[in-house]
């Protein structure tokens, strides 16, 4: 290996992060687009103004029916970032010569796309070409249409002699309950009030059986991608912080997610137990951005093709799909977890002080205190909340622990101390106080 070589991998392994540097002032505000009723862990983030913080501008959130209006907001410049725009309106989009691009996976929802049946149509899979001639509300151009598509397909009823009626899923969901239509597609909140008035016909597990894969994608502009890549990579890593939080400490977060998707908690619940959210880690992985997400977004486009939905498919979609920002957050991580590591190899044996984690104390409503710090992954500590007993606490693989206590009026020290195998405190205690109405 000559010197030059060395240097070039030794650049490379110092992080994508010095590489992502914005090439023109912060903007005071950016546009982000997003759908109500479709609850996700980032909207925790997004109410809490935790991406405003972040990212150092004003985020603007602005809500939309459909992905084809997401792609047409981005194209005219009126939206600089889709989160969770499904996969379908981003492949006709970048199809048909719009400049945007996928910069990492939003969700994955099986169950929470499909379509519904009337009950008063009486149609059931014995008699399901009963359909032909009949009229179906569903988006056109989203991923609702696409499985409306395949699903039709597959189960042989003639797609070309179906009435479709462009309608966005709350409205598909309203026209089901008037029997204006016989079926009626969607996804979200709308879904839940379709399958009030009728049945599904597959669930999202046999679709996907037979090949339909169902996730929306965080996309942007080719242009506000290139010219802001730091403030994009501090996008994706406040969004994969809150689906760490989530997957972590899920009802904490439920009440504001529901707030914010414009749900009743319980609805929101509902949908929510029905998504899955790739990690950075995963979204890089061959089963998403490493190569079967550019497969499946040429699949898409090609079947367009043959039903007629679309005029022609790009040869390959690789060019249309960046991981740049997505490495970026996943090698901070990285170098982060590699720090706790180096630095858990040199630390002397015998007692250690509990320097090793931060501690801080936030009074919640009804007398409650939310305690919480960082460590290493898997350190042990023993927290002492006020006069209450001890209780061991362990770092999650975030590196972050937290403790809900209920200590009433007053003012109560809280202790934290490294905790041996046995849970027994050694070396010397942190503390924070902390007073409550």
């Given at each position: 290996?000559?010197?030059?070589?060395?240097?070039?991998?030794?650049?490379?392994?110092?992080?994508?992060?010095?590489?992502?540097?914005?090439?023109?002032?912060?903007?005071?505000?950016?546009?982000?687009?997003?759908?109500?009723?479709?609850?996700?862990?980032?909207?925790?983030?997004?109410?809490?103004?935790?991406?405003?913080?972040?990212?150092?501008?004003?985020?603007?959130?602005?809500?939309?029916?459909?992905?084809?209006?997401?792609?047409?907001?981005?194209?005219?410049?009126?939206?600089?970032?889709?989160?969770?725009?499904?996969?379908?309106?981003?492949?006709?989009?970048?199809?048909?010569?719009?400049?945007?691009?996928?910069?990492?996976?939003?969700?994955?929802?099986?169950?929470?796309?499909?379509?519904?049946?009337?009950?008063?149509?009486?149609?059931?899979?014995?008699?399901?070409?009963?359909?032909?001639?009949?009229?179906?509300?569903?988006?056109?151009?989203?991923?609702?249409?696409?499985?409306?598509?395949?699903?039709?397909?597959?189960?042989?009823?003639?797609?070309?002699?179906?009435?479709?009626?462009?309608?966005?899923?709350?409205?598909?969901?309203?026209?089901?309950?008037?029997?204006?239509?016989?079926?009626?597609?969607?996804?979200?909140?709308?879904?839940?009030?379709?399958?009030?008035?009728?049945?599904?016909?597959?669930?999202?597990?046999?679709?996907?059986?037979?090949?339909?894969?169902?996730?929306?994608?965080?996309?942007?502009?080719?242009?506000?991608?290139?010219?802001?890549?730091?403030?994009?990579?501090?996008?994706?890593?406040?969004?994969?912080?809150?689906?760490?939080?989530?997957?972590?400490?899920?009802?904490?977060?439920?009440?504001?997610?529901?707030?914010?998707?414009?749900?009743?908690?319980?609805?929101?619940?509902?949908?929510?137990?029905?998504?899955?959210?790739?990690?950075?880690?995963?979204?890089?992985?061959?089963?998403?951005?490493?190569?079967?997400?550019?497969?499946?977004?040429?699949?898409?486009?090609?079947?367009?093709?043959?039903?007629?939905?679309?005029?022609?498919?790009?040869?390959?979609?690789?060019?249309?799909?960046?991981?740049?920002?997505?490495?970026?957050?996943?090698?901070?991580?990285?170098?982060?977890?590699?720090?706790?590591?180096?630095?858990?190899?040199?630390?002397?044996?015998?007692?250690?002080?509990?320097?090793?984690?931060?501690?801080?104390?936030?009074?919640?409503?009804?007398?409650?205190?939310?305690?919480?710090?960082?460590?290493?992954?898997?350190?042990?500590?023993?927290?002492?909340?006020?006069?209450?007993?001890?209780?061991?606490?362990?770092?999650?693989e975030d590196g972050t622990w937290s403790v809900d206590a209920g200590l009433g009026p007053g003012t109560h020290t809280i202790l934290l101390q490294d905790a041996d195998a046995d849970g027994n405190a050694v070396g010397t205690a942190a503390s924070v106080e902390v007073t409550l109405e």
């Amino acid at each position: 290996v000559t010197d030059e070589e060395e240097g070039a991998e030794e650049a490379m392994e110092e992080g994508a992060m010095v590489a992502l540097e914005n090439k023109a002032d912060l903007p005071e505000e950016i546009t982000v687009a997003y759908f109500l009723e479709w609850p996700t862990p980032n909207q925790f983030a997004q109410l809490e103004e935790l991406y405003d913080e972040a990212l150092g501008v004003d985020v603007n959130w602005v809500s939309f029916d459909t992905g084809v209006a997401m792609s047409a907001a981005m194209a005219s410049g009126d939206v600089h970032i889709a989160y969770s725009q499904g996969l379908v309106p981003f492949a006709n989009a970048v199809s048909a010569g719009l400049p945007l691009e996928i910069v990492g996976v939003a969700v994955s929802y099986a169950e929470n796309d499909n379509c519904v049946v009337g009950t008063d149509a009486g149609i059931t899979l014995e008699n399901v070409t009963d359909l032909e001639g009949q009229k179906v509300a569903v988006p056109i151009g989203t991923v609702a249409h696409y499985k409306m598509l395949r699903e039709m397909e597959h189960l042989g009823v003639d797609v070309a002699s179906l009435e479709l009626v462009d309608l966005a899923p709350a409205d598909g969901a309203a026209a089901l309950e008037r029997g204006d239509v016989a079926m009626a597609c969607g996804w979200g909140g709308a879904l839940g009030r379709m399958k009030e008035n009728g049945d599904i016909l597959m669930t999202g597990a046999e679709m996907e059986e037979i090949g339909i894969k169902v996730f929306d994608v965080i996309s942007t502009t080719t242009d506000f991608a290139d010219t802001y890549p730091a403030l994009l990579a501090d996008f994706l890593k406040v969004t994969e912080d809150a689906n760490a939080q989530y997957a972590d400490d899920p009802a904490s977060m439920q009440d504001v997610i529901a707030e914010a998707a414009g749900m009743d908690v319980d609805a929101s619940n509902a949908v929510l137990a029905n998504f899955s959210f790739p990690t950075c880690e995963e979204q890089l992985s061959d089963a998403w951005l490493g190569g079967t997400v550019q497969t499946f977004v040429k699949s898409v486009a090609d079947f367009f093709v043959e039903q007629g939905e679309l005029d022609a498919a790009l040869d390959s979609y690789d060019a249309t799909i960046d991981t740049t920002y997505l490495e970026a957050i996943c090698k901070e991580g990285d170098d982060a977890s590699a720090d706790d590591s180096a630095a858990a190899e040199e630390a002397p044996a015998g007692p250690a002080n509990v320097v090793a984690s931060s501690i801080t104390a936030t009074p919640q409503d009804g007398g409650l205190v939310t305690i919480s710090g960082t460590g290493a992954a898997g350190q042990s500590f023993l927290l002492t909340p006020g006069d209450q007993a001890a209780t061991v606490v362990v770092v999650g693989e975030d590196g972050t622990w937290s403790v809900d206590a209920g200590l009433g009026p007053g003012t109560h020290t809280i202790l934290l101390q490294d905790a041996d195998a046995d849970g027994n405190a050694v070396g010397t205690a942190a503390s924070v106080e902390v007073t409550l109405e």
